[in-house]
């Protein structure tokens, strides 16, 4: 199994800007895989919020297009969530998730057929 881990959150006003990182564990190369991040707030279903394949196809759920960036470092082992405009509604658990193909690689669909994801960190908006 591959452990990820998500570093980066914290509280930031509306407005301000958060980079999240995701690092997998010591050996894992990325092959053909699809990257992603879902969220969830406390009493509400999770959301998809983006991802990436190795050919670099990025998807966005629509409440966070336009303001969220996803990437790859491989040198690092490493992929990101740029947020930023944050708005209060961004206020959630965010968790990195990998599956191990590229099939199915949609924000939609990434919590569903993950097949490897983090524990999570909390990004708190508020002014």
């Known amino acids: 199994q591959v452990q990820l881990e998500e570093a980066g959150g914290g509280s930031v006003a509306p407005g301000g800007s958060l980079k999240l990182s995701c690092t997998t564990s010591?050996?894992?190369?990325?092959?053909?895989?699809?990257m992603g991040w879902w969220r969830q707030a406390p009493g509400k279903e999770w959301e998809g919020v983006a991802t990436?394949?190795?050919?670099?196809?990025?998807e966005y759920g629509a409440s966070v297009k336009g303001r969220f960036t996803i990437s790859v470092d491989e040198a690092k082992n490493a992929f990101y969530l740029e947020i930023n405009n944050v708005k209060e509604e961004d206020s959630a658990m965010y968790h990195c998730?990998?599956?191990?193909?590229?099939?199915?690689?949609?924000?939609?669909?990434?919590?569903?057929?993950?097949?490897?994801w983090g524990q999570g960190t909390q990004v708190t908006v508020s002014s």
């Open positions: 010591s050996g894992f190369t990325f092959g053909d895989i699809c």
């Open positions: 990436i394949d190795r050919k670099n196809r990025k």
């Open positions: 998730a990998i599956r191990r193909w590229q099939d199915y690689c949609d924000p939609t669909l990434i919590r569903i057929y993950a097949t490897d």
